[in-house]
């Protein structure tokens, strides 16, 4: 398993970006898909937006599509997550993580083995 920190989270106002962050401890993170999750409180851990090894395929949750853009420097072993027009309901803890299974599975937070610790996202209205 690749080990995964997150930066970049914070408190922002509706309508508001952040840009979040994640580093890998290895250079195999450049090889698999990577992906973004978020949890608020209450709720179950949810899909957000996953980008293949090489950075070719992307795919997003509908409630962020339009709204956040995924993207990856495998030259420095790190993915970013875009976030404009963000909305109160975006708050979360936002995780990134990694996995070596297939692009099928790629919105599926079990299909993931590597998880950072998770960096706070809080939007107010």
């Known amino acids: 398993q690749v080990q995964l920190v997150e930066s970049g989270g914070g408190l922002v106002q509706a309508g508001g970006s952040l840009r979040l962050a994640c580093a890998a401890s290895e250079r195999t993170f450049s090889s698999i898909h990577a992906g973004w999750f978020r949890q608020a409180p209450e709720k179950e851990r949810e899909f957000v937006a996953a980008?293949?090894?090489?950075?070719?395929?992307?795919k997003y949750a509908d409630s962020v599509k339009g709204r956040f853009t995924i993207s990856r420097d495998n030259s420095k072993n790190s993915v970013y997550l875009q976030m404009n027009s963000l909305k109160p309901e975006d708050t979360a803890v936002y995780y990134c993580?990694?996995?070596?299974?297939?692009?099928?599975?790629?919105?599926?937070?079990?299909?993931?083995?590597?998880w950072g610790q998770g960096t706070q996202v809080t939007v107010s209205s």
């Open positions: 980008i293949s090894w090489n950075g070719g395929s992307t």
């Open positions: 993580a990694g996995t070596g299974r297939s692009w099928g599975v790629i919105t599926t937070a079990a299909a993931f083995g590597s």
